[in-house]
């Protein structure tokens, strides 16, 4: 992907291709419910995208502008800094639901497979203790004998549960700071940390691989539902 921003038309259209397979065999497996839950998907697929390119422009633009329109009135206005940064915590914040938001949504796929699991479940998580909340219960009883599930639980092991850990964090408790964290020739970049939660230095850079991943992901996930769960050989509907 590129390193700069994501192709947003690029992304769609990989969508696309996937939510095309599952129409082939709407009628033959009885999915046409599936089928428009996942038309309505692609918001949550193409979100943490949308919102990574968001913070992009919002952090060149501070850099770009708005520092230097402050710095040539001479006089220092603490609440336009304040404003300044409080937009880059927007927009980061933005990209952490995105993420959460777009997990979550997996849980009604889930549901239509699962009878442990419900649409009304959330995507969980694995305590500190080891105990399993919500569908990462099922994952976790599921994941030496499924497929589907030993995936999720690899790229939960991999990437989710510290992807999702400042969502929660900012959710739950409070903001993370903001920091600026010096880099070769005088600049810097921008990373958010939260001292009692564990969390430092995280910025772009960790934005980028857990989106990486995310898209591996789904892209995996669904396309291992055709093959494991939709019995596509008979007019029965699900295995």
């Known amino acids: 992907m590129n390193e700069i921003e994501y192709d947003l038309k690029k992304l769609s259209h990989i969508f696309g291709e996937i939510l095309e397979k599952y129409r082939q065999y709407e009628f033959e497996a009885n999915l046409a419910e599936i089928c428009l839950k996942l038309y309505n998907f692609k918001i949550s697929y193409l979100a943490p995208a949308y919102h990574l390119n968001r913070f992009d422009t919002v952090t060149k633009e501070y850099y770009e502008i708005d520092l230097p329109n402050i710095f040539k009135k001479g006089v220092i206005d603490e609440n336009e800094i304040t404003l300044s940064l409080t937009k880059l915590h927007l927009e980061f914040n933005s990209v952490l639901y995105s993420i959460k938001m777009s997990l979550d949504r997996i849980v009604f796929f889930m549901s239509k497979f699962y009878k442990g699991i419900t649409p009304h479940n959330t995507f969980g998580r694995i305590t500190e203790g080891g105990k399993p ?76 691989n857990y989106i990486d991943k995310w898209y591996l992901f789904i892209d995996e996930l669904l396309n291992l539902i055709l093959v494991e769960k939709i019995n596509i050989s008979t007019n029965n509907g699900y295995e």
Do not use: C, Q
């Open 133 to 208: 909340k919500s569908m990462m219960a099922e994952v976790v009883r599921l994941k030496d004998s499924d497929e589907i599930m030993k995936l999720i639980y690899i790229n939960y092991k991999d990437w989710i549960s510290e992807a999702v850990k400042p969502r929660d964090t900012i959710t739950h408790y409070e903001n993370l700071s903001l920091d600026f964290l010096p880099i070769d020739n005088f600049k810097s970049t921008l990373t958010f940390s939260h001292s009692d939660k564990n969390i430092k230095n995280f910025g772009r850079t960790e934005l980028k």
